[in-house]
Protein backbone atom coordinates (compact mmCIF):
# COMPACT_ATOMS: atom_id res chain seq x y z
CA UNK A 1 0.00 0.00 0.00
CA UNK A 2 2.80 2.48 0.71
CA UNK A 3 4.20 1.53 -2.43
CA UNK A 4 0.93 2.68 -4.12
CA UNK A 5 1.10 6.07 -2.42
CA UNK A 6 4.71 6.94 -3.66
CA UNK A 7 4.16 5.71 -7.11
CA UNK A 8 0.94 7.52 -7.33
CA UNK A 9 3.07 10.74 -5.73
CA UNK A 10 5.79 10.34 -7.84
CA UNK A 11 3.59 9.74 -11.15
CA UNK A 12 1.76 12.95 -10.09
CA UNK A 13 4.80 14.83 -9.34
CA UNK A 14 6.60 13.62 -12.94
CA UNK A 15 3.52 14.54 -14.94
CA UNK A 16 3.89 18.15 -13.89
CA UNK A 17 7.70 18.30 -14.71
CA UNK A 18 8.79 17.95 -10.85
CA UNK A 19 11.16 16.31 -9.32
CA UNK A 20 9.03 14.89 -5.89
CA UNK A 21 12.72 14.43 -4.15
CA UNK A 22 13.75 18.31 -4.86
CA UNK A 23 12.36 20.88 -2.64
CA UNK A 24 13.05 24.27 -4.07
CA UNK A 25 12.57 27.76 -2.54
CA UNK A 26 9.90 30.03 -4.47
CA UNK A 27 12.01 32.52 -6.45
CA UNK A 28 10.43 36.41 -6.17
CA UNK A 29 8.94 37.67 -9.15
CA UNK A 30 11.58 38.73 -11.86
CA UNK A 31 11.26 42.70 -13.05
CA UNK A 32 8.49 43.39 -15.11
CA UNK A 33 9.56 43.77 -19.17
CA UNK A 34 11.03 47.36 -19.80
CA UNK A 35 7.60 48.20 -21.74
CA UNK A 36 5.00 47.09 -18.56
CA UNK A 37 2.77 50.62 -17.51
CA UNK A 38 4.92 51.91 -14.52
CA UNK A 39 2.48 51.32 -11.42
CA UNK A 40 1.42 53.92 -8.84
CA UNK A 41 3.41 53.90 -5.48
CA UNK A 42 1.58 52.25 -2.59
CA UNK A 43 0.15 55.17 -0.46
CA UNK A 44 2.63 56.18 2.66
CA UNK A 45 1.63 54.91 5.96
CA UNK A 46 2.46 58.14 7.03
CA UNK A 47 1.21 60.76 4.15
CA UNK A 48 2.91 64.28 4.71
CA UNK A 49 1.02 66.79 6.79
CA UNK A 50 -1.45 68.94 5.15
CA UNK A 51 -1.83 72.24 6.25
CA UNK A 52 -4.53 73.65 8.38
CA UNK A 53 -7.48 75.47 6.96
CA UNK A 54 -7.62 79.24 6.82
CA UNK A 55 -8.92 80.31 9.17
CA UNK A 56 -12.45 82.75 8.76
CA UNK A 57 -14.17 84.83 11.06
CA UNK A 58 -17.58 84.01 11.69
CA UNK A 59 -19.79 86.05 9.22
CA UNK A 60 -21.23 89.51 10.72
CA UNK A 61 -19.24 88.79 14.03
CA UNK A 62 -17.56 91.73 15.97
CA UNK A 63 -14.40 91.09 18.10
CA UNK A 64 -12.03 93.62 19.49
CA UNK A 65 -8.51 94.08 18.10
CA UNK A 66 -5.34 93.03 19.91
CA UNK A 67 -4.89 96.11 20.50
CA UNK A 68 -8.07 96.69 22.26
CA UNK A 69 -7.36 93.66 24.44
CA UNK A 70 -4.28 94.67 25.42
CA UNK A 71 -5.31 98.37 26.63
CA UNK A 72 -8.46 96.97 28.13
CA UNK A 73 -7.84 93.88 29.89
CA UNK A 74 -3.98 93.15 29.69
CA UNK A 75 -1.91 95.90 30.08
CA UNK A 76 -0.50 97.29 33.64
CA UNK A 77 -3.60 98.71 35.91
CA UNK A 78 -5.97 96.55 33.71
CA UNK A 79 -8.27 93.91 35.12
CA UNK A 80 -6.04 91.16 33.62
CA UNK A 81 -2.81 93.18 34.15
CA UNK A 82 -0.32 90.51 32.87
CA UNK A 83 2.08 93.58 31.41
CA UNK A 84 2.70 93.87 35.43
CA UNK A 85 6.60 93.62 37.04
CA UNK A 86 6.68 90.34 38.46
CA UNK A 87 3.84 88.93 36.50
CA UNK A 88 4.54 88.56 32.93
CA UNK A 89 6.75 91.91 32.96
CA UNK A 90 10.22 92.49 33.89
CA UNK A 91 11.97 92.85 36.47
CA UNK A 92 11.18 88.99 37.16
CA UNK A 93 8.82 88.51 34.39
CA UNK A 94 6.78 84.69 35.23
CA UNK A 95 6.71 82.49 32.37
CA UNK A 96 6.52 84.10 29.38
CA UNK A 97 7.51 88.21 28.94
CA UNK A 98 4.03 90.55 28.11
CA UNK A 99 6.48 93.67 28.21
CA UNK A 100 5.03 97.37 27.74
CA UNK A 101 3.37 96.69 24.55
CA UNK A 102 0.43 94.84 22.84
CA UNK A 103 3.27 93.61 20.27
CA UNK A 104 5.99 91.93 22.62
CA UNK A 105 2.81 91.08 24.83
CA UNK A 106 1.32 89.17 21.72
CA UNK A 107 4.69 87.69 20.50
CA UNK A 108 4.77 86.12 23.94
CA UNK A 109 1.52 84.91 24.31
CA UNK A 110 2.55 83.40 20.88
CA UNK A 111 5.67 82.18 22.49
CA UNK A 112 3.97 79.79 24.94
CA UNK A 113 1.33 78.73 23.09
CA UNK A 114 -1.23 80.99 24.91
CA UNK A 115 -1.97 81.94 21.18
CA UNK A 116 -1.67 79.65 17.63
CA UNK A 117 -1.17 81.73 14.88
CA UNK A 118 -1.44 78.90 12.23
CA UNK A 119 -4.95 77.21 13.97
CA UNK A 120 -5.69 80.23 15.71
CA UNK A 121 -9.42 78.72 16.64
CA UNK A 122 -7.25 76.61 19.09
CA UNK A 123 -5.27 79.05 20.68
CA UNK A 124 -4.73 78.25 24.14
CA UNK A 125 -6.21 81.64 25.57
CA UNK A 126 -9.70 80.63 24.44
CA UNK A 127 -9.62 77.09 25.57
CA UNK A 128 -12.62 76.84 28.22
CA UNK A 129 -11.14 73.46 29.75
CA UNK A 130 -6.91 74.63 29.22
CA UNK A 131 -6.97 78.13 29.42
CA UNK A 132 -4.61 79.59 32.41
CA UNK A 133 -7.10 82.45 32.45
CA UNK A 134 -9.82 82.07 35.11
CA UNK A 135 -12.33 84.17 32.96
CA UNK A 136 -12.31 81.47 30.37
CA UNK A 137 -11.47 78.25 32.30
CA UNK A 138 -12.70 78.45 35.89
CA UNK A 139 -9.88 75.92 37.06
CA UNK A 140 -7.52 78.73 35.67
CA UNK A 141 -5.11 80.32 37.87
CA UNK A 142 -4.61 83.71 36.04
CA UNK A 143 -4.68 86.44 37.00
CA UNK A 144 -2.70 85.24 39.89
CA UNK A 145 -4.32 87.50 42.20
CA UNK A 146 -7.52 88.21 41.24
CA UNK A 147 -8.72 84.38 39.98
CA UNK A 148 -12.60 84.20 39.42
CA UNK A 149 -15.16 84.79 36.40
CA UNK A 150 -15.01 87.82 34.47
CA UNK A 151 -17.99 87.33 31.49
CA UNK A 152 -16.98 90.99 29.70
CA UNK A 153 -13.60 89.93 29.86
CA UNK A 154 -13.99 86.35 28.23
CA UNK A 155 -16.44 87.31 25.83
CA UNK A 156 -13.98 89.87 24.57
CA UNK A 157 -10.96 87.26 24.73
CA UNK A 158 -13.45 84.29 23.03
CA UNK A 159 -14.67 87.15 19.96
CA UNK A 160 -11.23 87.95 19.29
CA UNK A 161 -10.29 84.03 19.22
CA UNK A 162 -13.05 83.55 17.01
CA UNK A 163 -12.23 86.32 14.48
CA UNK A 164 -8.55 84.37 14.21
CA UNK A 165 -6.88 86.06 17.03
CA UNK A 166 -5.16 88.60 14.78
CA UNK A 167 -2.11 90.53 16.04
CA UNK A 168 -4.21 94.07 14.64
Not at 7 to 13: A, M, N, Y
Not at 97 to 121: F, H, Q, R, T, W
Amino acid sequence: MRRAIILTLFVVCEACGADPRAVTPTEPPSTPPTDAAPTEPAPSANPPPTAAPPCTPPPGSVAPTYTELYEKYLAKGQPGHCATAHCHADPDHDVWLCGDDKSSCYAGMVKVGLINPKEPLKSLIGDPTESPLSWVNPTGNMPFDGTGPFPEGRDAILAWVAACAPND
